[in-house]
T-cell receptor, first 114, second 115 residues
Framework: DAKTTQPPSMDCAEGRAANLPCNHS???????VYWYRQIHSQGPQYIIH???NNETNEMASLIITEDRKSSTLILPHATLRDTAVYYC???????????????FGQGTTLQVKP | DAGITQSPRHKVTETGTPVTLRCHQT?????MYWYRQDPGHGLRLIHY???????DKGEVSDGYSVSRSKTEDFLLTLESATSSQTSVYFC??????????????FGAGTRLSVL
């Protein structure tokens, strides 16, 4: 699975959009980009994922560049409850030898401030 | 937590004692995983299961064993606990029904302290 690079920390004002970047320059054509977050002392939570098109759900939007070497997770109206560590994970989704494991890096600690 | 229950939520034990952690799901998902989370290491896969009685090792499996006798339960056993196994343990489940659908759902975690 491709390596990802994320800034260690970011701040965002409550009510504003939070834009979390992720670089994955070695991504291959069959690798998906997944985003999870972990609120303090809780289990990781799935947010969104995509292959090459932009995606949106009730939690967030995912923007993937045309060359797929980077992506941005957008929380459109951040609240204090969005304070968490956000993980960008790139992985192949299928294959007989695929364990399905997720490789979590250090992620980005997002602090939403009042 | 998507129909996942981990028990116990907290446990303190002594070095050398056996410990079993339980993960119970109500989603009927085929795949189940055990991760541990430690400062500076993120989450690391211990063992996983791809069906009843079908299990395999992850990247940090030494000192751990697992069993899955029915779809809903995945047990993690520390045969003889050591202080290095002090950690937070997370169970995850997935149904993995095709490309772009490999989403894992995590339990609330078990905080284990080995003294």
């Amino acid at each position: 699975d491709a390596k990802t690079t994320q800034p260690p920390s970011m701040d965002c004002a409550e009510g504003r959009a939070a834009n979390l970047p992720c670089n994955h320059s070695t991504i291959s054509g069959n690798e998906y980009v997944y985003w999870y977050r972990q609120i303090h002392s809780q289990g990781p939570q799935y947010i969104i994922h995509g292959l090459k098109n932009n995606e949106t759900n009730e939690m967030a939007s995912l923007i993937i560049t045309e060359d797929r070497k980077s992506s941005t997770l957008i929380l459109p109206h951040a609240t204090l409850r969005d304070t968490a560590v956000y993980y960008c994970i790139v992985r192949v989704d299928e294959g007989s030898s695929n364990t399905g494991k997720l490789i979590f890096g250090q992620g980005t600690t997002l602090q939403v401030k009042p | 937590d998507a129909g996942i229950t981990q028990s116990p939520r907290h446990k303190v034990t002594e070095t050398g004692t056996p410990v079993t952690l339980r993960c119970h799901q109500t989603e009927n998902h085929r795949y189940m995983y055990w991760y541990r989370q430690d400062p500076g290491h993120g989450l690391r896969l211990i063992h996983y299961s791809y069906g009843v009685k079908d299990t395999d090792k992850g990247e940090v499996s030494d000192g751990y064993s697992v069993s899955r006798s029915k779809t809903e339960d995945f047990l993690l056993t520390l045969e003889s606990a050591t202080s290095s196994q002090t950690s937070v343990y997370f169970c995850a489940i997935s149904d993995r029904q095709g490309f772009g659908k490999n989403i894992q759902y995590f339990g609330a975690g078990t905080r284990l302290s080995v003294l």
